[in-house]
C-alpha cells in the first residue's frame, strides 16, 4: 500500500504562513484526488483542501482564500500553502486520497499562536 509522509508544520504566530508538504511512496496522484484534513484536539478530523487528478481545487469555507493546495506528480508529493494563519488552524495535518482509503500517516502538528 502507499505510504504518505506529512511534514512541515510548525509554531507559527497569527498572520504567519507555512507550505506542507506530503510525499507519496507510490504513483497515485494519476488516479486519485488527493485531499489535506485537519484534526485539531477535541474534534472530529475535517477536510480542508482537495485536489482532483484533473487538477481542480476545493477548499472548505474556513480556509478559503489563504489555503492553496497544490501537487507535483513527478516527485509524487502534494504541498498545502498556508498563509494568513488563525489560532483556529492549530490542528494536526493529514494527508490522504479524496475520499480517504489509505492508512493514515503521522500528520504534522501545526499550531498559530495569538
Known amino acids: 500500500q502507499v505510504q504518505l509522509v506529512e511534514s512541515g508544520g510548525g509554531l507559527v504566530q497569527a498572520g504567519g504562513s507555512l507550505r506542507l508538504s506530503c510525499a507519496a511512496s507510490?504513483?497515485?496522484?494519476?488516479?486519485?484526488?488527493m485531499g489535506w484534513y485537519r484534526q485539531a484536539p477535541g474534534k472530529q478530523r475535517e477536510l480542508v483542501a482537495s485536489?482532483?487528478?484533473?487538477?481542480?481545487?476545493n477548499y472548505a469555507d474556513s480556509v478559503k482564500g489563504r489555503f492553496t493546495i497544490s501537487r507535483d506528480s513527478a516527485k509524487n508529493t502534494v504541498y498545502l500553502r498556508m498563509n494568513s494563519l488563525k489560532p483556529e488552524d492549530t490542528a494536526i495535518y493529514y494527508c490522504?486520497?479524496?475520499?480517504?482509503?489509505?492508512?493514515w500517516g503521522q500528520g504534522t502538528q501545526v499550531t498559530v499562536s495569538s
Open positions: 490522504n486520497t479524496n475520499p480517504q482509503y489509505l492508512s
Open positions: 485536489i482532483t487528478t484533473r487538477g481542480i481545487t
Open positions: 507510490g504513483s497515485i496522484f494519476s488516479i486519485s484526488a
